[in-house]
């Protein structure tokens, strides 16, 4: 691999956090900026917007849609600040409509820079999280890049360790 290539392969390389609710998004925000700025690679984020269900009140059902796409983009705007401070680079915003496995495994299919998937399992002891058990079960054949879970419970300072 001569230089320039191995240059390009690290500049490509893209660590993609989903972006949900969960306390756990934190750890895998965290583990993944690191990693990126470690490599000299770049994060991207995925928020999936649930879709609206359909009613007979179509001006609501718009409006609705619009606050959850307006919740959407704050969210990534304050987490792009995040991975700014951490990497010195912003990363790659990605807001979709649908379930979320889709989704996610719809644009692993279609966006090449995409190197890797971070995920952190849920701190509980409820189970890793439904997006991972769906991922490592049912869906882990779809997977089309490997995928990096981090046990949700990490502090900042073991990930830096680890990272």
């Avoid at 490599?39 to 059902?61: C, H, K, N, T, Y």
């Avoid at 079960?137 to 490997?146: E, F």
Wanted: hydrophobic residues 50%; negative net charge; charged residues 25%.
């Amino acid at each position: 691999m001569t230089e320039a290539s191995a240059e390009t392969a690290r500049r490509d390389r893209v660590f993609l956090v989903v972006v949900d609710d969960s306390a756990e998004r934190a750890v895998a925000l965290r583990y993944a900026a690191l990693r990126a700025a470690k490599s000299g690679g770049r994060v991207a984020l995925l928020r999936v917007i649930e879709p609206v269900e359909q009613s007979e009140w179509a001006g609501i059902g718009a409006m609705m849609a619009e606050e959850r796409r307006d919740e959407a983009e704050a969210t990534l705007a304050g987490l792009a600040a995040q991975v700014r401070d951490i990497t010195g680079g912003l990363p790659i915003l990605i807001t979709r409509e649908g379930k979320v496995a889709e989704e996610l495994l719809a644009l692993l299919e279609e966006d090449p820079r995409i190197s890797i998937l971070v995920l952190a399992t849920a701190a509980n002891a409820k189970g890793p999280g439904p997006l991972v058990t769906a991922l490592t079960g049912k869906l882990a054949g779809r997977m089309t890049v490997p995928m990096t879970i981090v046990p949700g419970g990490m502090s900042d300072a073991e990930l830096d360790r680890v990272t």
